[in-house]
Each structure stands twice: as structure tokens, then as C-alpha cells.
């Protein structure tokens, strides 16, 4: 099961992302932010997105 976490490239959702990723692998880890870019992590599934 994949899991997206939205906010990743924020401080929060970085930190949410790593406890994930130590619970599953970053295999089933989807990390959304607004600006893909700044989502720390390069072994993950990056993803453009926004709630507005």
C-alpha cells in the first residue's frame, strides 16, 4: 500500500515523511509538495501538488 504525505518539503512533513519511510521503505512513500524540488529526499516518489 502507497502512502502520500502531503507538506513534504515542509518541517513537519519531512519529519512525517522519515518516520515513514523507516516504518515502510521508501518504495511505498508518495511525497506531495507544492515545489517538488525542495523534497529533501531523492529515493521517493515526488509529486506536484496543492490544496488550493
Do not use: C, F, N
Amino acid at each position: 500500500m502507497k502512502l502520500a504525505i502531503t507538506a513534504a518539503s515542509g518541517q513537519l512533513g519531512s519529519a512525517i515523511v522519515e518516520a515513514t519511510v523507516t516504518r515502510t521503505g521508501p518504495a511505498d512513500v508518495i511525497a506531495v509538495a507544492r515545489s517538488p524540488q525542495k523534497v529533501k529526499r531523492t529515493d521517493l516518489e515526488v509529486r506536484a501538488g496543492s490544496y488550493v
